[in-house]
């Protein structure tokens, strides 16, 4: 079984942010995550999700969405 | 750290730790040694040298040979020195007339029944019986052969590594006592008395039908040619020997291989080793063969496509072709189209050069290592937790270990030395606490006591760190003083709100982890109230979804224990290859630089730059699996791997085959044809351990050094090969020797600042940190604070992988590894280590097997929602109901066909340690497994061809 790069991307983001939901305040989970994003992921695959993010972006759950947004400005 | 003693001297009793001195008289020498020590270790440090035969000095005093009498003043009789302390004014005597007689009668007594074929003996110039006749001055032996003898006992030569001839047996029993006390096996014993004893493996079976694990102890405590190497009968005794470092797992045994000329006769584990203190394993001390294995590549090759045959080339076509192909890829693609591995099992030196490579030749940081899929969350964790990514302890600390919790690891098989060190210290009274699926070898210690198993499910282990750390707080276990002044407040408050809640309870989480409530909290009490307790995890912790989250929640376990920072305690990740912690400590990561420094820290970043000439992009790179989906989607088009095997280590094989197919240009660099190999364009000679010089670092952060003891079958270093591929690329560089690529590192890594080659001369080993604050190295980390400054607890929310059973998929795989095998099996398939594993095979519940008809020896069909493959069935209680098992040393075995693509979610690890899968019992091989076959047989034809073309031909 095979899969779309871009499906990969946005279920481990989506994996990122369900393991980071627990730090009470939105605001801080959605910076862990868009943290962890900036830290650990290669340029084109932030480029990648941010334009998905912003062509359609359904696929993210909300805090991926959010943290995905934070990252919009540098790789949009 | 310094040696004090002459590791290559038999002192014949082992070493008193105490502190108390006593001063004694030996033969007019006064000598000072610590209360405890014996009269013969005494004498020994005085290089008195008194005559013994059962005494060597990694084994309990036993004193039955009575060679080493001496006459003590004052007392009556002739005590045997061995068994006999040392103490303050005692006079000793271990020369006289007296004692001279009786030496030379027991040595009668033991030669009257050895056969006198000295000169024709394996052993003759190693033999300590040979030697004491001499010390002892024996010149007749008036008992002669007619009588009851032993002579013609039948040897056994089962073992494919060692012969046992009790023909020579003298029954001193320093091999059944090696076999308990430092092996921990229990495997042989004395049979009968008197006349009649003999030495007898298991129930009496031969050597390697019984409980033997092959280790060598008795081998090399033999002192006789009862027990010998098959090699030293067939090649004669050593010349000269090179002291060196295993190059299996990440215990990282030191040994002297005995040579020669440029010929390995033996590996002998060195006691001057810190790590393995003189013990070894079947891997490191028999399985070096493939060293010289008819399969090793000899020569580079090249070809254009991977439907050709090889073409047998120089060294500067194969380097020239492959730098070419980046170069023209890089120029069609862009620059980061191309990247590549670096190996765990290659020198530091090689690693830091592959990166430096990647980084500043290929002017990308699309680097990884195999650490991806092993211990990459427990970089992500323990730097988080701990400020450092790496274990905290020595081995050897575990001496002081009054609790161990071990989980998903098993080290009895995986890192077999420590194992037998944690066997002694469990035999000494220390608890043990296994977390793990499977009831693993550690749990059948001989002697152990008061063992707790919690036989969790596979992809629950968050859940029950979560209640053990429950336990800890809700019962009032934790050092308050220790998080108070070691711990960060703001993090520990917010983790001990959370982790105090009552769905982190054992009994909230007892549903899901499988482990009754009772036991976890009783597993939690023992650790917390042990006075020491350590942690010891593998990839059991780390191979999971949630990998990351539980390094974290066995590192809050210790912060809240107040178990860090001192001998006995900490956090011990049990690395596996030889040199990932030091891949990991070289920047092989995409996102580090050596010395796990990140890629965006403009200071860090800075210098490096200056010391490469070069820019380097601030962005981190690709991982692995990025890379893989990269190359399916057409953006990634060339790699660079050097030893490592990601065709089959990789998990969804299918998955990891069509990304190398993808590729249009793999460069491969290995000592075999193996099966990333078999998707290669360019194939480039790899060097063994034994052919280059270097370190490896170990799982206690310790850096040993690698030496050269021949020469490179293809005629060169792995680390030159890079050189000269990189200097093709035009990026410059310029070593002569792997110490000037150690001075490069020590200049821009601050945990490595003090460390030189001249340094591990004069130290034999360092461990990192070693620097300005720490000149000698950090045995022990985090004694005083943190590199982050305080502890930082971790908030650890159980999240169920969605790798899950349902009724399609029913059953949970879990895969590991055994004993005789190594990681892919490349090397150690290559071995005689076959004779105890040549089949990986599907371990299956009693339970399961009758729910589907399945008896042991059936073909079995495994699928998963990745493929299928089929294995041969042992029925086995080692796992729970619902649970199946296997190991991945053969690559046809396609044990990864159906592992998925499920991952940590912080690092991308691979959750390899849970698939859902179904079982049913099948007549052929997998589609995959044919498929398999055919390529593999094609590839090899089209590398035979290549052999047996002449250089420079077929262009």
């Known amino acids: 079984m095979s899969h779309s790069q871009l499906d990969q991307l946005i279920h481990m983001a989506n994996q990122i942010a369900d393991n980071n939901l627990h730090h009470g305040d939105e605001a801080e989970s959605v910076q862990i995550v868009s943290n962890h994003l900036m830290r650990f992921w290669a340029r084109t695959m932030k480029q990648q999700i941010v334009a998905y993010a912003n062509s359609d972006g359904s696929q993210l759950t909300p805090l991926a969405r959010k943290a995905v947004d934070e990252l919009a400005a540098q790789y949009g | 750290m310094l040696q004090y003693f002459d590791p290559n001297k038999d002192y014949g009793t082992p070493a008193s730790l105490s502190e108390k001195q006593v001063t004694l008289e030996i033969d007019g020498v006064e000598i000072s040694v610590p209360e405890g020590t014996s009269v013969m270790r005494a004498a020994a440090l005085a290089d008195i040298n008194i005559p013994k035969l059962c005494a060597t000095d990694n084994l309990d005093a036993f004193g039955s040979c009575r060679l080493c009498a001496v006459q003590i003043d004052g007392r009556r009789g002739l005590p045997a020195s061995c068994t006999t302390p040392a103490e303050q004014g005692m006079k000793v005597t271990t020369q006289n007339e007296k004692l001279g007689k009786l030496r030379r009668n027991i040595m009668e007594l033991y030669i009257s029944d050895h056969p006198l074929d000295c000169l024709t003996c394996p052993s003759n110039g190693d033999c300590e019986l040979q030697d004491m006749a001499g010390a002892v001055g ?11 003898n032993h002579l013609e006992a039948e040897k056994d030569k089962s073992n494919p590594y060692f012969t046992f001839d009790p023909s020579k047996c003298i029954v001193c029993s320093r091999c059944v006592r090696a076999c308990e006390e430092v092996q921990g096996t229990f495997a042989l014993t004395v049979d009968g008395r008197g006349f009649d004893s003999k030495i007898a493996a298991g129930q009496d079976e031969d050597f390697l039908d019984s409980d033997c694990v092959s280790c060598g102890a008795c081998v090399q405590a033999c002192p006789t040619s009862t027990l010998i190497e098959n090699n030293v009968i067939d090649m004669g005794q050593p010349e000269h020997s090179v002291v060196t470092t295993c190059a299996y797992c990440g215990v990282g045994c030191s040994f002297k291989a005995d040579m020669k000329g440029d010929q390995v006769v033996r590996m002998v584990p060195y006691k001057g080793g810190e790590a393995n203190q003189g013990h070894s394993c079947v891997k490191g001390r028999f399985a070096f063969g493939y060293a010289t294995h008819k399969d090793r590549i000899k020569e580079p090759m090249i070809r254009d496509s991977i439907d050709q045959p090889w073409r047998k080339v120089s060294w500067e076509e194969a380097i020239s072709f492959a730098a070419t192909r980046l170069k023209e890829v890089q120029a069609k693609y862009g620059r980061e189209s191309i990247g590549g591995i670096t190996s765990s099992r290659c020198t530091n ?6 990166q430096k490579l990647i980084r500043a030749g290929f002017g990308n940081n699309n680097t990884d290592t195999c650490a991806r899929v092993c211990h990459s969350p427990t970089g992500y964790g323990l730097k988080t937790t701990l400020g450092e990514s790496a274990g905290t302890q020595t081995f050897d600390s575990v001496k002081y270990a009054d609790a161990m919790l071990v989980i998903g690891a098993n080290p009895t098989d995986a890192h077999p ?13 220390a608890k043990l606490i296994v977390a793990d699926p499977r009831k693993i070898d550690l749990l059948k210690t001989p002697h152990l006591k008061d063992a707790i198993h919690l036989p969790l499910r596979p992809g629950t282990n968050v859940a029950l760190v979560n209640s053990l750390a429950h336990v800890i707080m809700s019962e009032g276990l934790e050092d308050k003083q220790f998080i108070a002044e070691r711990c960060d407040d703001k993090a520990f408050q917010k983790w001990q709100a959370f982790i105090r809640e009552e769905r ?5 989480m007892q549903d899901i982890t499988g482990v009754a409530a009772a036991d976890v909290r009783q597993a939690a009490r023992v650790y917390a109230e042990a006075g020491n307790g350590a942690i010891f995890y593998g990839l059991g912790v780390t191979e999971h979804s949630q990998g990351s989250t539980m390094v974290m929640g066995i590192a809050n376990l210790a912060l809240a224990t107040g178990n860090i920072g001192r001998e006995g305690v900490g956090v011990n990740p049990l690395r596996g290859q030889n040199n990932v912690q030091g891949s990991c400590d070289m920047g092989s990561f995409p996102h580090e630089l050596p010395g796990y420094q990140h890629v965006a820290d403009d200071e860090a970043r800075g ?12 962005e981190p790179g690709l991982r692995i699996p990025n890379m893989f989906d990269s190359a399916i989607a057409g953006t990634f088009k060339a790699m660079y791997v050097q030893g490592e095997d990601i065709a089959q280590s990789d998990p969804n094989t299918q998955h990891v085959e069509a990304a190398l197919k993808a590729l249009e240009c793999l460069v491969v660099q290995d000592i075999f044809l193996n099966e990333t190999a078999k998707f290669a364009h360019v194939l480039l000679p790899g060097s063994t351990f034994l052919e280059k010089n270097g370190t490896f670092t170990n799982a ?9 003891v021949m020469p490179p079958l293809a005629g060169k270093e792995d680390w030159e090969v890079t050189v000269e591929l990189s200097n093709a690329l035009g990026y410059e560089m310029n070593y002569s020797h792997p110490s000037e690529i150690m001075d490069e590192i020590a200049s821009l890594t601050p945990t490595f600042t003090g460390v030189s080659y001249e340094r591990l001369e004069e130290m034999g080993s360092i461990q990192w940190p070693c620097n300005e604050d720490h000149p000698d190295g950090t045995p022990i980390m985090h004694e005083v604070d943190f590199p982050i400054g305080k502890g930082n607890f971790a908030v650890t929310e159980y999240v169920a992988t969605e790798e899950r059973s349902n009724r399609r998929f029913p059953l949970l795989l879990t895969t590991g590894r055994i004993l005789s095998q190594y990681n892919v099996g490349a090397q150690t398939r290559r071995t005689e280590n076959q004779a105890w594993h040549d089949e990986d095979v599907l371990e299956v519940h009693p339970v399961d097997a009758e729910d589907r008809g399945i008896q042991d020896g059936d073909w079995l069909g495994i699928t998963s929602r990745s493929g299928q493959t089929v294995l041969r069935a042992v029925v086995s209680e080692r ?9 991945f040393h053969h690559p046809g075995s396609g044990a990864n066909v159906i592992t998925t693509d499920s991952s940590d979610w912080a690092t991308n690890c691979p959750e390899y340690k849970v698939t859902a899968v179904q079982v049913e019992k099948v007549s052929q091989p997998s589609e995959w497994q044919k498929q398999f076959e055919a390529f593999t047989e094609q590839q090899l034809d089209f590398l035979e061809k290549g052999r047996q073309q002449p250089a420079g031909a077929g262009h």
């Open chain 2, 607 to 618: 210098r490096f730059e200056k010391v490469w000439g070069v820019e380097l992009d601030h």
């Open chain 2, 504 to 508: 982190n309870s054992p009994e909230a």
């Open chain 2, 138 to 148: 024996l010149r007749e032996v008036r008992y002669g052969f007619e009588g009851n």
């Open chain 2, 417 to 429: 030395v420590f194992g037998s060190m944690m066997r002694r210290r469990l035999r000494e009274g």
């Open chain 2, 349 to 354: 030196e090689e690693t830091y050069l592959v």
């Open chain 2, 700 to 708: 206690e952060r310790r850096i040993n050094r690698v030496r050269k």
């Open chain 2, 879 to 887: 796992m729970q109901p619902g649970v199946v098992y296997t190991t």
